[in-house]
């Protein structure tokens, strides 16, 4: 039995349920194939559930402060499960919205594992044991990815973690060894630290945080210490194994000096790897590029009518960008006038430790390094009244303006709630607003935003309270 | 002769259950004898002229071309010229007093005093139908007046005859609603059902529900279901409460669903703008051009393997997509059939845009692919593929779905053999293909197999002569039994 759709999306996370939503609005026959979760990693093992643990991870926080504040609190209880319990109940809500969602748009969605078939076909494994033929005009591979894992050190689902084992903990652990300081590992790092664990953690590059701005880096890394998470910059781990008292992992910094380290957990925080796997791609020629599908600005694949969008097109691995390449990719196909496609430089990203990082655009680095005429703002959180009145004054906001231009070329900020207010960078950005306009708009006082104007007019050389 | 007669759509077949004025033959005044043409009228399957069925002087045009009436429906009024015409608008509003009288007979006669009298003792009601009252000031369906109304809105008012410019939108940029017109009516003590749901209670009049008792919440119910209060009966005390109304919603929807009334339609769906355009353009070729067909076998063996050849470098090119570009390189070859025809002249063109049907929710639709000779194989995949994904999405531009010189229709995939297309016109030609089908034919050295596919061309035998479909199909047949001459 064949079943005829203009559009197949394979894969139900933020990039394949979005795209087929779309697409079906759009008139096109739709259908969505999901081989285990609808809602993708980012609902079920990333984004949402690691909010949830972190927002633990901010009550913990909050109670160690209280003092400040007045309060003296005696010993407090902590019930890991509790917390895990919370996490997985937002997710599972959510997966039951998604599927809401997509049933109320039209889309046929197939729970089973596609693969693809010459001609538009698509073979699926149904999870209840049947097997199903679809025939599509058009197929968006939207399959994510999955933790990456290194030589001498593979997650064993019980003492050597990926994000997976990481989001469920049975107990605290009492020491924790994160490998890996991208978004993922600091979230993990920052989280553990604030219920009690001990944290190392580990980075190959030069400094924490690798893909945001140096200045981001400097002041995560050294909040990181403060609070007492060992931070380990140019340094690897060659192996871990697990022994009686522990896991014994062998650190090798840049002068080839071991050092022998035994904790309870190792997390693997090391990026992600494409799904790419059992689709069918080599027989078809879909080209991939180091793991990831090669696609131009609009998804489309090197085979025709084949597109893919997401974490299996390549990095930046985030579930916005996921989405927007979806509903890009369907929009073209649909002939939408006013399609666009996305930008990768314009996505912006957050990492949601304490403090948290937000930012878009390009770094001061890379600005300079493309040749701009670069103008750079900063402003110290310590000079804003709302930041200091709450108690968490540690942070800045760095913008970068093209000079020639005006521009705003990249924004970095680290602090309370900055990836709520990046969204404003984001819209200035679309807009192309330039440092002359952001300056005359009115920002509400007392607000950490604030500092956002603050940053605009200094790099303008007119900041009023610093 | 004193008698004004009337002139009424015919019954012309079984199935014939209405008739649309397309065209008077004679003018008002005009005197005409038995059996002379003097109306054409158009039915959903024929155009035919109304002989009249006796002598007499046309007087009053009462449907004007493109008024669509039933069997039975007035379209004019004569009578000898010693009739006054005052005589004659007293006839025609003795009528509209009883709207329901007339059918039954093609032909109906009625005295002058009858109709008199008709008319002297219905009150002057503006419009009166079915328990709508619509204030004088309201009545008076316009179709050409230049008022932003919603489609249900315009239904609503043309039904009940009311003049869309008289009411007040609330829409966005003043559009009128169905609710405007509701209120309207309402605020000028008028009655309007509500959009609809009345339909169903056409059967049973729906009288103002005003003048009757009942609570609030029982009048909104009977209001949103279109049930009439007047039919229901109140089960306890003077006024009909929601219970009743529940119960009467209730009854009538059993009443309907029962097998016994299994005569009625199980659902109306009135044609889309696309679907009545479809059903037009169809009509009008197949009621003018002479078809004809002219079929061929073509094996396909040789063009399948370099259709896997090509695809195996990424590309998705189909075995239509095979046709199109044969067929474009056909009709360059065989300029005769690469032509327009409008009834006077003959178009022809040097280059071949093709229309390729897509089959979409809103209806058959045929997107032209433009100079598709000069296209390679690939190339006429993506646009394809890329015409017939925004057709489906219903964002093709006009630009898209007009002229072009000749069209292919694939039903292969739905697993039909082979059939016949009508022509779409201004084209002279359409090619049917039917899906690939695995054959014993007799060889040389024994029986073998081979792909065979059936293609069937309708051509306008006004333009194409039998000798030039056949050798059209022959070159065709020659392009796809030799793809690599496609590539050249």
Known sequence: MTERFDLVVIGGGPGGYVAAIRSAQLGLRTALVERKHLGGICLNWGCIPTKAMLHGAQVAHALKTAGHFGFELGPVQFDIAKLVGHSRAVANGLAGGVEFLLEKNGVCVFDGEAKLARDGLVNVALNSGENLMLEAEHIILATGARPRTLPGLQPDGERIWTYFEAMVPEALPESLLVIGSGAIGSEFASLYSDLGSKVTLVEVADRVLPAEDVDVSAFVEKSFRKRGIDVRTRVKVQSASVGSDGIVCDLISEVDRVETLIVDRVILAVGVTANIESLGLEELGVAVDSGFIRTDEWGRTSVDGIYAIGDVAGAPCLAHKASHQGVACVERLAGVPGAHSVVHENVPACTYCRPQVASLGMTEAHARQRGFDVRVGRFSLKHNGKALATGEAEGFVKVIFDHRSGELLGAHMVGPEVTEMLQGFGVAQSLEVTAEEFSRTMFSHPTVSEAMHEAVLDSLGRALHQ | ?488
């Open chain 2, 1 to 488: 002769m004193n008698d004004i007669k009337r002139l009424d759509v015919p019954k012309w077949g079984l199935s014939m259950e209405e008739g649309t004025v397309t065209k008077w033959l004679i003018e008002v005044g005009d005197r005409f004898e038995e059996g002379q043409e003097i109306v054409e009228l158009e039915t959903s399957k024929i155009t035919n002229v109304l002989e009249a069925p006796f002598a007499s002087v046309l007087r009053r045009i009462v449907a004007e071309p493109g008024v669509t009436l039933p069997v039975g429906g007035l379209i004019g009024l004569c009578a000898q010229p010693s009739v006054r015409d005052e005589q004659v608008e007293a006839f025609l509003a003795g009528l509209d007093a009883f709207p329901d009288m007339p059918p039954g007979s093609a032909l109906m006669a009625l005295d002058k005093q009858t109709a008199l009298n008709a008319s002297s003792n219905s009150e002057p009601k503006p419009s009166d139908r079915a328990g709508v009252n619509v204030p004088t000031g309201f009545g008076g369906w316009r179709a050409d007046a230049d008022v932003l109304a919603t489609a249900h809105a315009r239904s609503y008012a043309e039904r009940f005859d009311i003049d869309l410019a008289k009411v007040i939108g609330t829409g966005r940029r003043g559009r009128v609603s169905v609710d405007d017109v509701r209120t309207a009516i309402a605020s000028a003590g008028g009655v309007a059902p509500a959009f609809g749901k009345s339909r169903v209670d056409v059967s049973h009049p729906l009288l103002p529900n005003a003048s009757l008792r009942a609570t609030p919440s029982a009048r909104k119910l009977a209001d949103e279901a279109g049930v009439s209060l007047a039919a229901i009966a109140a089960s306890s005390g003077e006024r009909i409460v929601r219970g009743d109304v529940e119960r009467a919603v209730a009854v009538r929807s059993v009443a309907r669903e029962a097998p016994e009334k299994g005569r009625e339609p199980s659902r109306i769906v009135p044609l889309t703008n696309i679907r009545r355009t479809i059903a037009k353009r169809l009509q009008q070729s197949k009621q003018t051009a002479p078809h004809y067909r002219v079929a061929m076998n073509v094996e396909i063996d040789g063009l399948l393997s370099l259709r896997k050849a090509i695809n195996a470098g990424g590309a998705r090119v189909t075995v239509n997509d095979f046709l199109i570009k044969a067929s474009s390189l056909a009709l360059v070859g065989v300029p005769e059939v690469n032509v327009q025809f409008d009834g006077e002249v003959v178009a022809g063109f040097e280059h071949a845009d093709i229309a390729v049907a897509v089959s979409t929710d809103a209806g058959l639709i045929a997107p032209i692919l433009r100079s598709v000779d000069l296209m390679g194989l690939v190339d006429i995949s993506r646009a394809v593929r890329d015409l017939s994904t925004r057709a489906r999405a219903g964002r093709l531009r006009a630009d898209e779905i007009e002229g072009g010189t000749f069209s292919i229709s694939n039903l292969g995939m739905f697993g039909v053999s082979h059939f016949d297309a009508i022509i779409n016109p201004p084209q002279v030609a359409i090619l049917a293909v039917g899906r690939a089908e695995e054959r014993v034919l007799p060889g040389t050295n024994g029986p073998r197999t081979a792909s065979v596919l059936t293609l069937t061309l309708s051509s306008d035998h006004r333009v194409i002569d039998g000798a030039t479909a056949a050798e059209f199909l022959s070159e065709l047949r020659a392009y796809l039994e030799t793809p690599g001459l496609m590539l050249s």
